[in-house]
């Protein structure tokens, strides 16, 4: 394979394109918007659904599977769930040669799916709370900018979807969710994240409010929602009679909850640690976290060299390092350090005669480049020790960058110089729809309009007469606005 060809900062989307194909985690596929997820790509899903799954399990959350299927007259159900949504909806039309009866949608969400059997399952308050999970993947036909992992017309996710008796238990889970999906992001993929919530504008318009983590990409200036955790409210309930008998024979309606993240949490790591060397793993996530290399010179002791190699893995592995070893002969040390910096494996262990000779072997970090020389007998506990501080310096790393690009602003001039610096803005707002629907129109452009990303839950106080950046009016919430994915 040959090297990476694009730099980061010269073109960021042939560089991520780049980077996903020559790290084997994607392979294009011959229909627009889809793409083949290769095993490092897998093994990367699988590490955040060992570390989700049992989470939701210890929140009484049980997992089930619904069809993939949905009847047009129940997608249907709700105009204003589907509002918008209609142009992306794909649908299969006929089996073999012939036409089906009634056409029938493949979900792009399941809603409207489970919704209906929630209605017949909830009788009484004894059937609440009501909470199931799906790992499964949904089909969306958009047309903007296929990119993968990012936007793609089919990807996996969970969508998580309870009911409860009373709105208190549905507020607290939401927000139960979307700490699990700040630690799936900062603890595993060390991509720092805001947890907020959406505008009336940008929230789900079949629900109450919406909750998120937001990720933001330092290199294009855009935002982009990592999760997102909605509270229903009672809207669902109406629409599909999702209504329970209480403890005093009063009937009353459910209050629901939907949350969700999918495989583009593996796109925003990439975009946010990859280099021009190519895919930076973290190692939480790396299926190999240390590869081992044999340096043979002329007329080195090949065998013995190899078996240091094995021997290292070995040991490696006991400790339950994933470690592998690349004793191909057919490739140069060389073109192996480049190969599996470009796959983002984030040790390298060099084993050469000279390391032989002082039992030591020399590890190469992928984040920094460091180089470091470690005695045989301490392999396993600076091992383990780097790959640890490799952990955290990309997080460490990501975060400062990330503020760095944070800007507060009080006025719209401060605004419209921070977006065009591809700044991440930090504003106080008035919190009204048609401010931020007039901001949007007024940054309209070939590089999208401004809206907002959230308002974090950590909201710093308002001082006395802080005016709304857009409108003038009395600030009510510091939000964050950008451009987005
Ligand atoms: O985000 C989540 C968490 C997991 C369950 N779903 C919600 C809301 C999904 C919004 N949404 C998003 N996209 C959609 C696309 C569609 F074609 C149709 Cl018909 C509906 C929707 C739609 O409702
Ligand atoms: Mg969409």
């Known amino acids: ?34 793409y083949i997820l290769r095993p490092q790509a897998m093994s990367i899903w699988e590490t955040l659904q060992a570390f989700f799954d049992p989470e939701i399990k210890k929140m009484g959350i049980k997992n089930a599977y619904f069809p993939l299927f949905v009847t047009e007259n129940v997608l249907q159900k709700e105009k204003d769930h589907i509002e918008g949504f209609a142009p992306e909806v794909a649908w299969v039309t006929k089996s073999g040669k012939s036409d089906l009866e009634v056409p029938i949608a493949i979900r792009p969400t399941s809603e409207t799916v489970m919704y209906p059997y929630f209605a017949k399952w909830i009788r009484g308050h004894r059937d609440l709370p009501l909470k199931l999970n799906q790992w499964c993947n949904v089909v969306r036909w958009e047309f903007s ?15 998580g979807h309870t009911a409860f008796a009373t709105k208190e238990e ?77 403890d005093k024979g009063e009937k009353g309606m459910v209050w629901q909850n939907s949350w969700a993240y999918s495989s583009r949490t593996i796109g925003v ?47 490696l592995n006991t400790a339950a390092v994933r470690a592998d070893l690349d004793t191909r002969e057919n ?19 060099e084993i050469g005669p000279r390391d032989l000779e002082k039992s030591q072997v020399r590890l190469v970090r992928r984040d920094t480049g460091a180089k470091v020389d470690v005695p045989m007998t301490e392999l396993v506990e600076k091992v383990q020790k780097i790959l640890l501080s490799i952990q955290e310096n990309l997080f460490n790393t990501a975060k400062e960058k990330r503020d760095a690009c944070i800007e507060k602003v ?65 600030a009510k919430k510091w939000t964050y606005w950008g451009r987005s994915y």
């Open 1 to 34: 394979k040959l090297g990476m060809t694009v730099k980061k900062d010269d073109n960021f989307g042939e560089w991520y394109s780049e980077v996903v194909v020559h790290s084997e985690m994607i392979e294009y596929y011959d229909i627009s918007g889809c």
């Open 331 to 349: 490739y140069s040390p060389g073109w192996k350090y480049s190969h599996w910096e470009m796959k983002g494996i984030p040790l390298r262990i």
């Open 410 to 474: 009080h006025t719209w001039d401060e605004f419209t110089t921070a977006l065009n610096n591809k700044k991440l803005i930090f504003a106080p707002w008035c919190d009204e729809k048609e401010v931020e629907e007039d901001a949007k129109a007024r940054t309209k452009g070939d590089h999208g309009a401004a809206k907002t990303l959230c308002s974090p839950l950590d909201q710093p106080e308002i001082t006395e007469g802080t005016v709304c950046f857009a409108s003038g009016k009395p």
């Open 269 to 315: 790591m990439v975009m946010v640690h990859g280099d021009d060397k190519g895919l930076v793993l973290p190692p939480k996530v790396a299926s190999v976290q240390v590869m081992v290399i044999p340096v043979p010179y002329k007329d080195a002791d090949t065998t013995a060299i190899k078996a240091a190699c094995e021997s290292t893995v070995k040991e």
């Open 145 to 159: 900018n296929p990119t993968p992992f990012i936007r793609s017309r089919e990807f996996l996710w969970q969508e």
């Open 170 to 246: 549905a507020d607290q889970e939401v927000l139960e969710i979307l700490e699990l999906y700040r630690r799936v992001y900062e603890e595993y993929l060390a991509v720092p994240v805001i947890k907020g919530r959406k505008s009336e504008l940008e929230k789900f318009a079949g629900g109450l409010y919406t909750t998120s983590v937001e990720a933001f990409i330092p290199h294009t200036g855009r935002g982009i929602q990592g999760a997102t955790s909605h509270c229903l409210g009672q809207n669902f309930a109406k629409m599909f009679q999702i209504n329970f008998e209480d």
